[in-house]
């Protein structure tokens, strides 16, 4: 190897390095920050069909609490050496954090802090199963490797049973100048029920690889764009990816990424998370 390829080898590694660390120690403390994991196993059927397989845990809080838990299995055939289709299945399970919800406005405290109804909904488990079919293309510029993967996704989540504690606060009809204060009857708990939910959006993803020569780390980047397709909100969220795979053999490779999400249309904040990915071929 020449000096020139031992310099971009380093180079590769360090980028990988650097970012992790980075990215942890930004991030580690923050409650929208987790670690999202994958293990993939991919099986060629025929010279242009392909299987594959996933396993994928997410956590937020750190490694503190777990949020999703999902297995999904696809198909891929290859038209040509640039142009591929996709279609598949995946199993999701998401894990609700504890609630509190606001309800009526009852008055201040005697510090001047307002007084609500609320309620608190128990964490629970949803179900989704998720439907997707997509084609990509892909093309070189240089030694930078571009594709543009749109896919067509439909969802639908289960309904589901959520325990609640209701807490009320009444006034004092003697004396109605009095902060309100907690009603005897309550906490109270109850059961409700959370409709099954349909949606549908597109995903619309950019990927950049850069292709290292005698190298077996590749550096990529991408930008991914949300769109739900059954109700015009504009952009549902925007996932931004930097990382590089390693190449461990011809069968086997790892990849490491740092990923950045923008809720757009949601009240959920700005996410963040370090993933890790293993695929092997069978």
């Known amino acids: 190897m020449n000096s ?6 380093y180079a590769a590694y360090a980028a990988v390095l650097l970012l992790t660390l980075s990215a942890s120690n930004t991030f580690a403390q923050s409650d929208d920050f987790g670690v999202w994991s994958s293990l993939t196993a991919k099986k060629k059927l025929t010279d242009k069909l392909s299987l594959s397989v996933e396993g994928e845990l997410r956590t937020i809080d750190g490694v503190n609490e777990m949020d999703r838990r999902s297995i999904s299995t696809a198909l891929s055939y290859k038209f040509t050496k640039w142009l591929k289709a996709d279609i598949g ?12 919800k606001l309800k009526e406005y009852k008055g201040e405290d005697i510090d001047g802090n307002p007084i609500y109804n609320y309620n608190i909904d128990h964490s629970y488990w949803e179900e989704r199963d998720r439907f997707y079919i997509g084609i990509t293309a892909d093309w070189k510029v240089g030694r930078v490797k571009l594709s543009l993967r749109e896919r067509l996704q439909y969802q639908h989540t289960h309904s589901a049973l959520v325990y609640e504690d209701k807490y009320r606060y009444v006034m004092d009809n003697e004396d109605p ?9 309550f906490p109270d708990g109850d059961v409700e029920q959370k409709d099954d939910k349909h949606s549908t959006l597109l995903r619309s993803r950019l990927t950049a690889k850069w292709d290292i020569k005698n ?3 590749e550096p990529f980047a991408s930008v991914e764009l949300f769109t739900r397709t059954d109700e015009w909100c504009g952009h549902d969220k925007l996932r931004y990816r930097l990382g590089a795979e390693y190449k461990i ?3 086997n490779d790892i990849s490491i990424y ?6 757009h249309s949601s009240s959920n904040p700005a996410g963040h998370a370090i993933g890790i990915g293993y695929t092997f071929e069978l």
């Open 4 to 9: 020139k390829s031992r310099i971009k080898r």
């Open 89 to 100: 299945y995946v199993y999701i399970q998401s894990h609700n954090s504890e609630e509190k």
């Open 177 to 185: 100048s009095l902060p309100p204060q907690p009603d005897s009857k």
């Open 249 to 251: 053999d011809k069968d």
């Open 258 to 263: 740092y990923m950045y999400q923008d809720n």
């Open 215 to 217: 190298c077996k780390i």
